[in-house]
C-alpha cells in the first residue's frame, strides 16, 4: 500500500526543498513596525477603492516605522489584462502611494521576493507537497460537467452549493487510486482538505471591527488549478507568511474567505496574521447607498480624476479624511501638504462605508492647488494641458510668460485664490484673456448689462474709464473706480447705498460689474485690477471702445 508521501512524490516528482528551507531563506523581518502590502490582480486599471486599500496600508506601516510592499496576484492569467501591471505600478506613482519594496517595472526591489505571484511558483509547489505527505491536500479529478451536475443538484434540493462532505466525491480516495488515475494521464486539480464544519463558529479579532464571529470552512477549496498555479486562496496565504506581511488590509468583501483563510494558516502552523477590513466606499444613487461601480462610475477609475485636472495629491488628502475621522481637524491650521506627518490609527476608522464626495473633493483640490507656488503650478498645468486639454495647451504655447501671469493673479497674498478645483476649470475662466478668444465669447453669448442702468450711462462709464490704468497700484485704481462711480449717482460703497437707496442709482460694485463684462464678457473673473494689467492698456482700451461703439447703435 503506498503512502501520502508516494503521492507527493508522483504529483511533485522535481521538488526536493521543504517548508524549513523556505523558513531559512525568507527569514523574519528585521523591522519593527507594521509590514503590509498592496496585492491587486492585473485585471485593469487602478479603482479608487484599491487607491484607498494601497493608501491605508502605506499609512500603517510609515505610522509604525514599518514596510509597506507590492504584490502582484496573477496567478488567474485568463482574467489578466495586457498593460495592467504597468498602469498599477504608475498608478501608484502618480498618487504618491510608492512601496518601500515589491514588484516595480522594470526590475523588483527587495529580498522577500519574487514579488509577481507567477514567479513563485516553485514555492507554492514546495508548500503543497508537504501537504500532500500530511493527507491535508489531495488531488480531484472532477471534471467541470461533473461539478456542473453537483450544483444543479445542490441548488435542485436548495442546498449549500459547494464541494464538500459527502459531495466531496475525491476526498475519500485511497493514495492507491489517485496514484492510479494520475498514472493514466487523467487531469486533476489539488484540494485543501477542510477539517472544518459549517455549523460551528470560529472568532477573530478584527483591527477595525473587534471581534468578529463567523461560521467555520467546510470547503475543499482548490488550491492548485490544472494550469499549475495556485489560487488566490492558498497563494495568498503562503505569500504573507514568506514575505512576513503582520497585517493584511483588505476591504470587508473579503470577511466571507476569513474562515477558509485562517483555517489554511492554522493547518500550515503559520503564525496568523492580524486582519482589518475596511469599509467600502460608497455612493448616493437615488437616494440609496450602493458601493462604487467600475461599469457605472468614471470616478470608480483613478484615470478620471487626471483626465479632469485633478492634482493626485488632492484625491490622497480627500480620502484621508475618509481615512481616519479625525484627520479633517489635524488639518485645521496646517498645510494641506503637510498630510503626511498625519498619524494613522485604526481606531479612528468608520465602520460604515463612507461615501463618496466629489464637492468635498473639489474643497480639498482647491486648498491644493491654492498652496501651490507658481512655479510649481504652472508646471503642473502644463504638463496636464499637454496629455488632455488641447485648448489650454494651445493657450500656454502662444506665450508661457503671459499664460504664468494670468495664472498667478491673486496668489501672492496670505489669502491665495481658491476658484480652480481642478485644471480642467482653468481654460474657460481664463480665455477671456485671448482677443480671439475674447471676441468668441461676446459673439457666442453676447454683452448682458444690467437692464436697470440705461446704455449712455454705461456708454459714459466706460470712456471715462480709460483714464484709471494709469493709477500707480490697486487701491488708487479702486479709489479712481468710487469717484467715477459717485460722479454719475452711484453710492461709493454697498453700505451706503443699502441705508438710503432711493438716493442713488446704485454703488461702486455696480460700475465695477460694467468693467468686468466689458473687459471679460462675463459677471465673473478673477482680480480686475490686475486683470487690466495683465490686459495691458491698449487691450482696454480696444475693449472699451469695442463694447462702447455697439451701445449706442
Given at each position: 500500500?503506498?503512502?501520502?508521501?508516494?503521492?507527493?512524490?508522483?504529483?511533485?516528482?522535481?521538488?526536493?526543498?521543504?517548508?524549513?528551507?523556505?523558513?531559512?531563506?525568507?527569514?523574519?523581518?528585521?523591522?519593527?513596525?507594521?509590514?503590509?502590502?498592496?496585492?491587486?490582480?492585473?485585471?485593469?486599471?487602478?479603482?479608487?477603492?484599491?487607491?484607498?486599500?494601497?493608501?491605508?496600508?502605506?499609512?500603517?506601516?510609515?505610522?509604525?516605522?514599518?514596510?509597506?510592499?507590492?504584490?502582484?496576484?496573477?496567478?488567474?492569467?485568463?482574467?489578466?489584462?495586457?498593460?495592467?501591471?504597468?498602469?498599477?505600478?504608475?498608478?501608484?506613482?502618480?498618487?504618491?502611494?510608492?512601496?518601500?519594496?515589491?514588484?516595480?517595472?522594470?526590475?523588483?526591489?527587495?529580498?522577500?521576493?519574487?514579488?509577481?505571484?507567477?514567479?513563485?511558483?516553485?514555492?507554492?509547489?514546495?508548500?503543497?507537497?508537504?501537504?500532500?505527505?500530511?493527507?491535508?491536500?489531495?488531488?480531484?479529478?472532477?471534471?467541470?460537467?461533473?461539478?456542473?451536475?453537483?450544483?444543479?443538484?445542490?441548488?435542485?434540493?436548495?442546498?449549500?452549493?459547494?464541494?464538500?462532505?459527502?459531495?466531496?466525491?475525491?476526498?475519500?480516495?485511497?493514495?492507491?487510486?489517485?496514484?492510479?488515475?494520475?498514472?493514466?494521464?487523467?487531469?486533476?486539480?489539488?484540494?485543501?482538505?477542510?477539517?472544518?464544519?459549517?455549523?460551528?463558529?470560529?472568532?477573530?479579532?478584527?483591527?477595525?471591527?473587534?471581534?468578529?464571529?463567523?461560521?467555520?470552512?467546510?470547503?475543499?477549496?482548490?488550491?492548485?488549478?490544472?494550469?499549475?498555479?495556485?489560487?488566490?486562496?492558498?497563494?495568498?496565504?503562503?505569500?504573507?507568511?514568506?514575505?512576513?506581511?503582520?497585517?493584511?488590509?483588505?476591504?470587508?468583501?473579503?470577511?466571507?474567505?476569513?474562515?477558509?483563510?485562517?483555517?489554511?494558516?492554522?493547518?500550515?502552523?503559520?503564525?496568523?496574521?492580524?486582519?482589518?477590513?475596511?469599509?467600502?466606499?460608497?455612493?448616493?444613487?437615488?437616494?440609496?447607498?450602493?458601493?462604487?461601480?467600475?461599469?457605472?462610475?468614471?470616478?470608480?477609475?483613478?484615470?478620471?480624476?487626471?483626465?479632469?485636472?485633478?492634482?493626485?495629491?488632492?484625491?490622497?488628502?480627500?480620502?484621508?479624511?475618509?481615512?481616519?475621522?479625525?484627520?479633517?481637524?489635524?488639518?485645521?491650521?496646517?498645510?494641506?501638504?503637510?498630510?503626511?506627518?498625519?498619524?494613522?490609527?485604526?481606531?479612528?476608522?468608520?465602520?460604515?462605508?463612507?461615501?463618496?464626495?466629489?464637492?468635498?473633493?473639489?474643497?480639498?483640490?482647491?486648498?491644493?492647488?491654492?498652496?501651490?507656488?507658481?512655479?510649481?503650478?504652472?508646471?503642473?498645468?502644463?504638463?496636464?494641458?499637454?496629455?488632455?486639454?488641447?485648448?489650454?495647451?494651445?493657450?500656454?504655447?502662444?506665450?508661457?510668460?503671459?499664460?504664468?501671469?494670468?495664472?498667478?493673479?491673486?496668489?501672492?497674498?496670505?489669502?491665495?485664490?481658491?476658484?480652480?478645483?481642478?485644471?480642467?476649470?482653468?481654460?474657460?475662466?481664463?480665455?477671456?484673456?485671448?482677443?480671439?478668444?475674447?471676441?468668441?465669447?461676446?459673439?457666442?453669448?453676447?454683452?448682458?448689462?444690467?437692464?436697470?442702468?440705461?446704455?449712455?450711462?454705461?456708454?459714459?462709464?466706460?470712456?471715462?474709464?480709460?483714464?484709471?490704468?494709469?493709477?500707480?497700484?490697486?487701491?488708487s485704481w479702486f479709489e479712481g473706480l468710487k469717484e467715477i462711480?459717485?460722479?454719475?449717482?452711484?453710492?461709493?460703497?454697498?453700505?451706503?447705498?443699502?441705508?438710503?437707496?432711493?438716493?442713488?442709482?446704485?454703488?461702486?460694485?455696480?460700475?465695477?460689474?460694467?468693467?468686468?463684462?466689458?473687459?471679460?464678457?462675463?459677471?465673473?473673473?478673477?482680480?480686475?485690477?490686475?486683470?487690466?494689467?495683465?490686459?495691458?492698456?491698449?487691450?482696454?482700451?480696444?475693449?472699451?471702445?469695442?463694447?462702447?461703439?455697439?451701445?449706442?447703435?
Amino acid at each position: 500500500m503506498k503512502t501520502y508521501e508516494d503521492l507527493a512524490n508522483i504529483i511533485f516528482p522535481d521538488i526536493d526543498e521543504t517548508i524549513e528551507d523556505l523558513e531559512k531563506k525568507y527569514p523574519p523581518r528585521n523591522c519593527k513596525g507594521e509590514v503590509t502590502r498592496f496585492a491587486p490582480s492585473p485585471t485593469g486599471f487602478l479603482h479608487t477603492g484599491s487607491l484607498f486599500t494601497s493608501l491605508v496600508s502605506k499609512k500603517v506601516a510609515e505610522s509604525s516605522d514599518g514596510v509597506f510592499y507590492l504584490r502582484l496576484e496573477d496567478t488567474d492569467q485568463k482574467r489578466e489584462v495586457v498593460g495592467a501591471k504597468e498602469t498599477l505600478v504608475s498608478g501608484l506613482k502618480t498618487f504618491g502611494v510608492t512601496p518601500d519594496e515589491g514588484f516595480d517595472i522594470p526590475h523588483e526591489h527587495g529580498e522577500y521576493g519574487p514579488y509577481l505571484q507567477s514567479n513563485r511558483r516553485n514555492i507554492y509547489r514546495i508548500v503543497l507537497k508537504e501537504l500532500v505527505k500530511r493527507g491535508d491536500v489531495y488531488p480531484c479529478f472532477c471534471s467541470s460537467d461533473d461539478l456542473n451536475k453537483l450544483r444543479e443538484f445542490q441548488e435542485r434540493n436548495k442546498m449549500v452549493p459547494g464541494y464538500y462532505g459527502e459531495f466531496a466525491k475525491c476526498r475519500n480516495l485511497t493514495v492507491d487510486e489517485a496514484i492510479s488515475r494520475i498514472e493514466n494521464g487523467e487531469p486533476y486539480v489539488l484540494r485543501f482538505k477542510s477539517h472544518g464544519d459549517h455549523e460551528n463558529k470560529i472568532e477573530c479579532e478584527d483591527l477595525i471591527r473587534g471581534r468578529i464571529s463567523i461560521s467555520e470552512n467546510d470547503l475543499d477549496v482548490v488550491v492548485l488549478k490544472s494550469d499549475g498555479l495556485p489560487t488566490y486562496h492558498f497563494a495568498h496565504v503562503v505569500d504573507d507568511h514568506f514575505m512576513r506581511t503582520t497585517i493584511v488590509i483588505r476591504g470587508e468583501e473579503w470577511i466571507s474567505s476569513l474562515p477558509l483563510h485562517v483555517e489554511m494558516f492554522k493547518r500550515l502552523n503559520f503564525p496568523l496574521v492580524k486582519y482589518a477590513h475596511l469599509p467600502l466606499i460608497m455612493k448616493m444613487d437615488n437616494g440609496k447607498k450602493r458601493k462604487f461601480s467600475k461599469r457605472k462610475d468614471p470616478e470608480a477609475n483613478v484615470s478620471y480624476f487626471l483626465e479632469n485636472g485633478y492634482p493626485p495629491v488632492s484625491l490622497i488628502v480627500y480620502l484621508m479624511t475618509i481615512v481616519n475621522s479625525n484627520f479633517e481637524e489635524w488639518l485645521v491650521g496646517r498645510n494641506v501638504l503637510d498630510f503626511n506627518e498625519f498619524k494613522f490609527s485604526f481606531s479612528k476608522m468608520s465602520l460604515d462605508g463612507a461615501l463618496f464626495d466629489l464637492k468635498k473633493l473639489d474643497y480639498y483640490s482647491k486648498e491644493v492647488i491654492a498652496s501651490f507656488d507658481i512655479d510649481t503650478l504652472f508646471n503642473n498645468v502644463k504638463k496636464y494641458a499637454e496629455q488632455y486639454d488641447t485648448d489650454l495647451n494651445e493657450l500656454i504655447n502662444r506665450d508661457e510668460t503671459y499664460f504664468k501671469s494670468i495664472l498667478n493673479i491673486e496668489r501672492d497674498g496670505p489669502h491665495p485664490r481658491k476658484d480652480y478645483a481642478k485644471y480642467k476649470d482653468i481654460y474657460p475662466s481664463i480665455r477671456f484673456f485671448y482677443r480671439d478668444q475674447y471676441e468668441e465669447i461676446v459673439r457666442d453669448s453676447g454683452i448682458a448689462f444690467n437692464p436697470k442702468f440705461e446704455k449712455t450711462l454705461i456708454h459714459e462709464i466706460l470712456l471715462e474709464s480709460t483714464s484709471l490704468y494709469s493709477c500707480l497700484d490697486e487701491t488708487s485704481w479702486f479709489e479712481g473706480l468710487k469717484e467715477i462711480a459717485s460722479k454719475h449717482s452711484f453710492a461709493k460703497d454697498t453700505k451706503t447705498f443699502k441705508a438710503n437707496p432711493s438716493d442713488y442709482l446704485g454703488h461702486v460694485g455696480d460700475v465695477a460689474e460694467m468693467l468686468r463684462i466689458t473687459f471679460t464678457g462675463s459677471r465673473r473673473s478673477p482680480n480686475l485690477y490686475q486683470t487690466l494689467h495683465i490686459l495691458g492698456e491698449d487691450e482696454m482700451n480696444s475693449r472699451i471702445a469695442f463694447i462702447a461703439s455697439t451701445l449706442l447703435k
